[in-house]
């Protein structure tokens, strides 16, 4: 199927044709370029780009003589449409323009395809209608914007090669046919032809979308449907506008030449990257007119200073009238105009002025805190802000610092004070030079040169007034020695009256006098003591004793001044150390001796210690550092207090000599001391539970050894032993013995003999019974038990055991001839093989027990389990080293 196109006259604006007449006319040819092209191109296709500048270095206008192409500013070539390129090349011309030199050329472009197919031959076989398995190519087709008709305007006409056999009919759908825009376009059934039926607004719809069919009678489509492109070519009919109709914009004032100030935007609806919308920026009018201070880049629309001449003192605002036109701003082109507003922002570039160039006033002698004078001054910068807000200062003149200057923040007015009293007699006039600058620092304008700060004089006239005494100095410094008796008179305080410049007729009153050192002269203010001065007291500091005076005159008025006695420091005190010092001989055996001087570095340390003679033998006093001395024991010593004689003296010679008392104390720290009832001077003793303890239990040990001894004394038979008798009595001890019905286990008695094998013995004993109390002559035993018992000595059945009461020679008579043949068959027999049915362990009644086992009682030997005695408390050391065996 074949395509063709006609297109109308009316398809090209007539502005555009002009052009294109008068640039073909008056252009030279320049080389032609020839672009290798595929056969079909979408639109917006890139297909070459060429240099321009070899045909023309400088173009301001840049077209092309082919609508289906668009030329770029660097050469670039694109395509507007789709196309569809036949075996033939297709050739088009960019016309190039200079304005400015008048130049036109004209370079040509020839579009070759790559791709050549060969017709299809048709067979003479081919008598039935077969579809055709290509697509329709088709062709481009532009419509201009705002096109003045007639309607319907002819567009494009679309044919099928089925149509030389059949009878075709042909329909078009999609956007401007079935679609929004409704009835724009329709189709001619029989020939192909499409009309368009009215004109088109390119910014409501740049292009159509539209499908072209062929079909025959029947309704069969002997091809694909066409996709057909009208694509609505741009007419200027948008003028630019800005974006905003007023503007305000703000530079500083002095600003350099070529400060950018603002850039101003503009909007074209028309086709982008057309002439159409190619804007440029120029300003008409500036108000104030003169002189001329801003410009405007036509492309960037950027507005920059073209002087440093503004100022905002003389015109604080400027208005612009702009104008933005399309067509590269060629005066065909569009316009609007807009107005735009800039400020200018104050610099601090103007100095304040006082409004006179001196001033004068007067004050009352001894006013404070008054104002005296208000000084007006000038700056035309922008009122209310720091570039015009005045800082005044006294550059001369007050160098007693009797004045004080401020500012006013209402009025911005410079208010003179007077902050200390001025005096007639000593100055009745005085001149004060006063500057004034700024708050914010200056800013050098460009066209202005370096300020300086505007001064005047103030001259200020004292008047004389009748005044009281002065008291000058307000503190005076007088001296005195350390140690002065009462009744000594001494230079007091002497206030003047400033008329007369004398003290007469003044009277004198102490205010203060802390510990009543002084009285007063009334008439000329000497002071006499009442106490021995004393640099060493509390009421002292840094060897300075005040004293307040105030003077009065006849009419009352008064002043007040200090008096400082400064005392200089005498011998007069020897060093001090402390009475009664610890010594923790469980610790270390010296104590460390710190006197104390109470007179001042210069009769202080280096102190020298003596130690008496009679202490010399118990004592040793090493001197350290001149201010310190190590007392040092020379032997192990019993705890309770010594005296000890020392003498110390200072570098002058002042001494004294101290009975120390020294405790010597078996402690950790002089805190945990507690002496005995031994102590040299009485105390007050406190014996804790463990000590309370321990006497009970050394009284019932004492009361057991003497009821033992009496017991030994009134046996009535002796038999013969095989060991010494006081041993026996010394360890056979019933201890057993713990309560009333309760079962004990067997007691282990140790009984050493005489020869060096020493054999532990023991004997069932039984419980006691009954009341469970020891008397003297009897005991109470149970019956059985053991291999002999006392029941079976005296005939009793066997196998029964009875409780009954004994008499202390039946129990003699049973134990001693047993006990004396077990200590002789173990004395005989070096293996000990008979002790094994005797020698038994000790009953362990505890756990974790520190002790062990009891000493003697034990069959350990008598050196192990005594480590405990090295931890005891101090309150058991004593008790602990009479157990010890030295």
């Not at 499409?194 to 072209?212: A, H, K, L, N, P």
Request: charged share 25%; proline share 5%; aromatic share 8%.
């Amino acid at each position: 199927m074949a395509v063709a196109y006609a297109a109308p006259g009316s398809i090209f604006c007539k502005q555009l044709l002009f052009y294109l007449l008068v640039l073909i006319l008056l252009c030279n040819a320049c080389p032609k370029i020839s672009l290798q092209v595929p056969s079909h191109l979408q639109a917006e296709t890139l297909i070459g780009k060429v240099n321009l500048e070899e045909c023309l270095k400088s173009a301001s206008l840049i077209l092309s003589s082919d609508p289906a192409f668009r030329i770029l500013e660097d050469g670039s070539i694109y395509t507007t449409r789709d196309l569809l390129l036949s075996s033939e090349s297709k050739s088009f011309s960019i016309l190039l323009s200079d304005s400015q030199y008048q130049q036109q050329k004209e370079m040509e472009i020839v579009l070759s395809s790559r791709e050549r197919k060969s017709p299809k031959k048709r067979h003479a076989k081919e008598s039935a209608l077969k579809r055709s398995k290509r697509r329709w190519a088709p062709i481009p087709c532009s419509l201009m914007e705002n096109s003045l008709g007639p309607f319907p305007q002819h567009v494009q006409q679309i044919q099928s090669d089925a149509a030389q056999n059949y009878t075709i009919f042909y329909s078009i759908s999609g956007p401007g046919v079935d679609k929004e825009p409704l009835n724009l376009f329709y189709i001619e059934k029989d020939t192909g032809d499409i009309y368009c039926t009215r004109s088109i607004d390119r910014e409501q719809y740049d292009q159509f979308m539209v499908y072209g069919y062929a079909t025959t009678v029947d309704g069969y489509a002997p091809d694909y449907p066409l996709l057909l492109l009208f694509k609505v070519e741009d007419d200027n009919d948008n003028a630019p506008y800005f974006e905003t109709k007023v503007t305000v914009f703000s530079v500083p004032e002095n600003c350099r030449t070529g400060t950018s100030v603002a850039q101003v935007t503009a909007i074209d609806n028309d086709e982008p990257g057309t002439l159409h919308t190619r804007l440029k920026f120029k300003i008409l009018q500036q108000i104030p007119d003169q002189p001329k201070h801003f410009s405007i880049h036509p492309d960037t629309g950027v507005i920059t200073t073209t002087t440093p001449l503004l100022d905002r003192e003389m015109c604080d605002t400027y208005k612009l009238v702009m104008e933005v036109r399309d067509m590269g701003g060629q005066p065909f082109g569009l316009f609007t105009t807009g107005t735009i507003t800039i400020s200018l922002e104050d610099e601090n570039d103007n100095s304040p002025y006082f409004t006179e160039t001196s001033y004068s006033t007067e004050v009352e002698e001894n006013r404070i805190d008054v104002e005296i004078l208000r000084m007006n001054v000038h700056d035309k910068d922008l009122p209310n802000t720091p570039h015009s807000k005045a800082v005044y200062k006294i550059l001369q003149g007050n160098e007693n610092e009797n004045f004080k200057i401020t500012t006013d923040p209402n009025t911005n007015e410079g208010v003179l004070c007077v902050v200390k009293p001025l005096n007639y007699e000593v100055s009745r006039q005085i001149v004060l030079q006063i500057g004034v600058l700024n708050e914010a620092q200056f800013s050098k304008a460009a066209n202005s040169q370096t300020p300086t700060m505007c001064t005047t004089t103030v001259t200020v006239n004292v008047k004389d007034s009748d005044e009281g005494p002065e008291c000058e100095p307000p503190v005076k410094i007088i001296q005195s020695k350390d140690g002065l008796p009462a009744g000594q008179e001494l230079l007091g305080y002497k206030a003047l009256d400033p008329d007369t410049r004398n003290g007469d007729g003044l009277r004198y009153q102490k205010l203060g006098d802390e510990d009543n050192w002084f009285e007063i002269n009334e008439q000329t203010g000497n002071l006499k003591t009442v106490k021995i001065v004393d640099r060493e007291s509390k009421f002292v500091k840094n060897n300075q004793y005040n004293v307040s005076v105030v003077a009065t005159d006849r009419v009352g008025r008064s002043c007040t001044g200090t008096l400082v006695v400064r005392i200089e420091d005498t011998n007069d005190h020897p060093p001090q150390i402390e009475k009664e010092v610890t010594i923790c001989q469980h610790d270390k055996d010296y104590v460390v001796l710190e006197p104390v001087d109470p007179d001042g570095p210069d009769n202080g340390p280096p102190f020298q210690f003596l130690l008496d003679n009679s202490a010399s033998k118990l004592w040793t006093l090493e001197p350290q550092d001149g201010k310190r001395a190590i007392l040092r024991q020379k032997q192990y010593m019993n705890y309770n207090y010594y005296s000890v004689p020392i003498q110390i003296q200072d570098r002058h010679g002042a001494s004294a000599k101290h009975m120390l008392s020294v405790r010597v104390c078996d402690c950790t720290a002089p805190t945990e001391c507690r002496m005995s009832v031994r102590d040299a001077k009485p105390t007050n003793v406190i014996l804790g539970r463990w000590a309370i303890a321990a006497m009970v239990l050394g009284s019932a040990l004492l009361l057991c050894i003497l009821f033992t001894c009496f017991c030994i004394t009134v046996k009535k038979t002796v038999k013969k032993k095989c060991f010494p008798e006081d041993v026996a009595q010394q360890n056979l001890i019933v201890s057993n013995t713990e309560g009333p019905g309760e079962e004990v286990m067997e007691a282990n008695i140790r009984i050493p003999t005489q020869t060096s094998n020493i054999c532990d013995t023991s004997m069932s004993v039984g419980t006691l019974g009954g009341q469970g109390v020891k008397t003297q002559q009897s005991f109470e035993m149970v019956k059985g038990g053991g291999h002999h018992t006392l029941e079976s000595s005296k005939g009793a059945g066997q196998g029964v055991v009875e409780t009954g009461r004994y008499a202390y020679t039946d129990w003699q008579s049973f134990t001693q001839p047993r006990l004396g043949e077990k200590v002789y068959r173990c004395a005989q027999d070096e293996e000990h093989k008979h002790s094994e049915d005797y020698v038994r362990s000790y009953n362990y009644e505890g756990k974790g027990s520190m002790a062990s086992s009891v000493g003697c009682c034990s069959d350990r030997q008598e050196e192990e389990g005594l480590e405990f005695l090295d931890h005891l408390e101090p309150k058991f050391r004593t008790l602990a080293k009479t157990c010890v065996k030295k």
